[in-house]
């Protein structure tokens, strides 16, 4: 019999003790790990900043005593030969060598490679979408219009970015335009896939006969950077770009792998940016493998501007929301991402090989070869990973497996069979080095009804989200089981969250430990569940304050928080402000941020580096 919501949080608070009980070893692993510079005590740092109350107001706010200026912003001059800025210029040639548009990921990396970074570094930024009304003048809210010229402008507004930054004379960071480091990739730009499904037939198009080389990457949401210096990508919703029209609405006109496709992946008959009107590789009846091509983590070296990127395969295909990589105790390497669609799943991959780092070819394929796992959080607290491997349990030819390579091109299929837990839409997967510790967003899911909720799950409808933290056995992030509990239910009470007055957040994404093993959270959909902007928070998972938000930062009219990163010393705190103005037109944006209120400007989805007044540490 299913239980109340009431039971079920009030056996995830009794357990809470195991957890926090357990903190101290945040501490000590951060002693241990990458960050070892950390000043580390095992009370848990006491709150740097006074928080804000909720706001929705014009004006970007931080807390009293910190200040932030714009880093990078769309269109800004990245490559050599990039045209300044001119939205009312726009072109493939331009967009190609500019900033994309909305910010999503935010990495940093030291220049040099191996040095402390804290003047000097690359920035690794993905542009996940567009939002074309806010871009053009005249152009309709809907993507579908868009001409041809305007449709590959916004194809190459997608993708990644790197881009040089450096501190000025004023302690500034600023962008070196035009470096020759920066790098614009977009869905235009070559890219291999690796790994065991690499070559398949189901990845082979009229385009390319081998499955082993893609045009472009797109849908790029949030990522992580390896310990050994690249940039892992995720691809997140793939399946927006395509269309099934003419495979029938319901796919009922395709072969049973692309029907299955269209129905597991929510494809439309129409996509939600139009790229099919002008590309036949969209349109699933004109190409039905183009979209098994996607969906994929895409690693890229930031420190080399002439490699071809790579679509690791061995790490599954789904939306990928993220990646977060540590290197464990044996010195195998350990991905976790999330899957983020309602009643999708958490994944991680455990590498063969070993990372070794003072080689770093060590790593070079080593996301090539490897297990993935998927998590099953069971209701006792503990949870178990159940490998993604053809030929064992349920993943065999009669239930529908031929090979590794279907097993991974279908890895959602394959979750279902060995027995998964379907998430309230999972986020950010954050793994704090150094330890087995893991902290996981689960932004929504207003379609789990009340009869389908779980320990894990326990909202239905789940409309505010929540964070689930667990620590591997051992603390050793290749083990096999898990001891989980409920970190945060968001929302206020009167909604079931455990927040009350300003110590309340919805809708939770993207997440970033400090130095102090401290969450940091940035949300995307408080307007429509608190009425306020987005925004970012500073969680403690220790001592009295641990669960509790504290909101450092309050965003612009239409956007949501992104990012965020902090440089290794965390004087700096990255924050991309994605889609400001986001529901309203070029010619009169409910903001335009980051510019004033007076200039012509449209507003510009933009990463911002926020500091302390004195220079000191953000966290404490
Ligand atoms: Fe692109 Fe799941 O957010
Ligand atoms: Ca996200
Ligand atoms: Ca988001």
């Known amino acids: 019999m299913a239980r109340t919501f009431q039971e079920i949080v009030a056996a995830r608070l ?11 070893s945040v501490a000590l692993g951060l002693a241990r790990s990458a960050r070892a510079d950390a000043t580390v005590d095992d009370t848990g740092p006491t709150g740097p900043f006074r928080p804000l109350p909720g706001d929705a107001g014009p004006e970007l706010r931080l807390p009293e005593g910190h200040r932030h200026h714009t880093v990078l912003a769309w269109g800004d001059p990245l490559l050599a030969d990039a045209p300044p800025f001119d939205p009312l210029a726009q072109s493939v040639a331009s967009q190609s060598r500019q900033m994309g548009y909305n910010a999503d990921f935010v990495g940093f990396v030291p220049l040099p490679r191996g040095e402390a970074g804290l003047a000097h570094g690359l920035l690794c930024v993905s542009s996940e979408y567009t939002s074309p009304p806010l871009m053009w003048p005249d152009e309709p809210r809907t993507a579908r219009t868009l001409s041809r010229e305007r449709c590959d402008v916004d194809m190459a507004a997608h993708g990644l970015n790197v881009a040089e930054i450096r501190r000025d004379v004023a302690g500034r960071w600023q962008l070196v335009q035009r470096s020759l480091r920066n790098r614009r990739v977009s869905a235009f730009t070559p890219i291999r896939l690796t790994g065991p499904a690499a070559g398949h037939p189901w990845l082979r198009t009229s385009a390319d006969a081998s499955g082993r080389l893609v045009q472009g990457t797109f849908a790029n949401c949030s990522g992580g950077i390896t310990p050994w210096g690249t940039w892992l990508q995720a691809e997140e919703n793939y399946e927006s770009y395509f269309a099934a029209d003419g495979a029938g609405a319901d796919g009922a006109g395709a072969d049973s792998l692309v029907r299955d496709e269209i129905q597991r992946a929510r494809v439309g008959a129409h996509s939600e940016h139009g790229w099919e009107r002008h590309h036949a590789r969209f349109r699933l009846a004109d190409e039905p493998h183009e979209i098994f091509r996607h969906g994929w983590l895409v690693e890229i070296d930031p420190y080399d501007p002439t490699c071809v990127p790579v679509k690791r395969t061995a790490l599954g295909r789904f939306s990928h929301e993220a990646a977060s990589i540590v290197v464990a105790p044996d010195g195998r390497v350990v991905v976790y991402s999330g899957d983020d669609a309602e009643g999708e799943h958490v994944y991680k991959f455990v590498s063969e090989g070993r990372y070794d780092p003072a080689h770093r070819a060590s790593a070079r394929d080593l996301l090539d070869r490897g297990t993935l796992y998927v998590a099953r959080f069971d209701e006792d607290g503990r949870g178990a990973w159940l490998p993604l491997v053809f030929g064992e349990g349920p993943l065999v030819p009669r239930r529908g497996f031929r090979s590794q390579a279907e097993v991974l091109i279908r890895a959602r299929h394959a979750a279902t069979l060995l027995g998964a837990t379907p998430m309230d839409r999972p986020e950010d997967v954050e793994a704090l080095p150094g330890t087995g510790r893991v902290v996981a967003a689960f932004t929504k899911n207003t379609k789990r009804t009340s009869k389908a909720v779980d320990a894990a799950n326990p909202r239905g409808p789940n409309p505010h989200g929540h964070l689930l933290e667990w620590v591997e056995d051992g603390d050793d992030p290749t083990s096999l089981a898990f001891t989980w509990d409920v970190l945060l239910l968001g929302g206020p009470a009167a909604d079931g969250g455990s ?22 959270i940035a949300t995307d959909g408080q307007a429509k569940a608190l009425g306020i902007h987005d925004g970012v928070y500073r969680v403690p998972l220790t001592g009295a304050g641990r669960g509790r938000p504290e909101r450092f930062l309050s965003a612009v009219p239409g956007a949501e928080v992104c990012g965020p990163c902090f440089t290794p010393d965390d004087r700096t705190f990255f924050v991309a402000i994605q889609h400001p103005g986001e529901g309203s037109t070029f010619d009169e944006p409910s903001t335009r941020f980051p510019h004033d209120a007076a200039d012509r400007l449209p507003p510009r989805p933009c990463v911002i580096a926020i500091e302390r007044d004195d220079g000191t540490p953000i966290s404490g």
């Open 499 to 520: 927040g009350d007055g300003d110590s309340v957040l919805s809708c939770p994404d993207n997440l970033a430990f400090d130095r102090h093993g401290t969450l940091w």
């Open 14 to 24: 009794s357990r809470r003790g195991f957890l926090a009980a357990g903190a101290a």
